[in-house]
């Protein structure tokens, strides 16, 4: 399916000069949010997934269909301030701004196999906090799995040892 065809490209949006990419016409097709799903569940039906971490908030939109077909747990990490009990929090840099992500501090047992799940992967500033975050918590950290990489952007530089995979890339 060819999923770069319904991602709307949008200029300067949230700010001069960024290109973003919206993927809100892809997620409105049944058939190719079906085939994105069963994309992610083919690839990691064997890696024996105990939990989807889904980061805020097109993580979720993707890592929970795909908990529910791997039958893992999900979790979801997010701003500061979402979750209601203790957290590990981590301050990181967007290609166009900073931000801050938690975690609830018993989210993941340690040795738990965690699959990461957003829909882009920029800077890799998002998850490589994310990383960070499961790394406290003793994960071990199966990959990174996302709908697009931007790859003039390097971010998995930033994810150093993980297992990166993205169904859409553009240079």
């Known amino acids: 399916m060819d999923y770069k065809a319904l991602i709307r490209e949008v200029p300067d949006f949230p700010q001069p000069g960024i290109l973003f990419y919206d993927i809100t016409p892809l997620l409105k097709d049944p058939q190719c949010f079906h085939a994105i799903i069963e994309e992610f569940t083919k690839k990691y039906w064997h890696a024996r997934i105990d939990k989807i971490v889904g980061i805020e908030s097109r993580g979720f939109i993707f890592g929970s ?60 500033g998002t998850a490589a906090a994310t990383v960070h975050l499961l790394r406290q918590l003793g994960a071990h950290i199966v990959g990174v799995a996302c709908l697009v990489e931007l790859l003039d952007l390097e971010g998995r530089k930033k994810l150093d040892g993980c297992d990166i995979h993205s169904l859409i890339a553009y240079p």
Not at 81 to 110: C, F, M, T, W
């Open 65 to 124: 269909p795909l908990a529910f077909h791997l039958r893992a747990g999900f979790v979801p990490v997010r701003k500061p301030g979402k979750l209601p009990a203790d957290v590990y929090e981590v301050k990181y840099n967007l290609e166009y701004g900073s931000n801050s992500l938690s975690i609830h501090r018993d989210a993941i047992q340690e040795g738990e196999r965690v699959l990461i799940v957003d829909d882009l992967l920029a800077t890799g």
